[in-house]
């Protein structure tokens, strides 16, 4: 069992940032993928990062060049910093942990107004 906590939502204005943070209860090390996901009311959940094992990372088409994902082992932790925040970035944001069945987070709620 890995418990994964996601941190650092809040309320921003467009243009503004913010930090998520995802938490593992276990090391990174080994862990071949972990991912950010968000879910706006009435739509379904979507990928919006991941980053694998050997630090390669990927991006949906709608945040790549304003949303960076980093890893830092040592906190066993996984950020996504959020840059040129727009309205359309609210939703509540998930962390995903591929280990085992693979394990999600709570989620953080994130809102950005006009």
């Known amino acids: 069992q890995v418990q994964v906590v996601e941190s650092g939502g809040g309320v921003v204005q467009a243009g503004g940032s913010l930090r998520l943070s995802c938490t593992a209860s276990?090391?990174?090390?080994?862990?071949?993928?972990v991912g950010w996901y968000r879910q706006a009311p009435g739509k379904q959940r979507e990928m919006v990062a991941f980053?694998?094992?050997?630090?390669?990372?990927n991006y949906s088409n709608s945040v790549k060049g304003r949303f960076t994902i980093s890893r830092d082992n040592a906190k066993n932790t996984v950020y996504l910093q959020m840059n040129r925040l727009k309205a359309e970035d609210t939703a509540v944001y998930y962390c995903?942990?591929?280990?085992?069945?693979?394990?999600w987070g709570q989620g953080t709620q994130v809102t950005v107004s006009e």
């Open positions: 995903y942990v591929q280990v085992g069945g693979g394990y």
């Open positions: 276990r090391s990174f090390d080994g862990i071949g993928f």
């Open positions: 980053i694998i094992e050997n630090g390669a990372t």
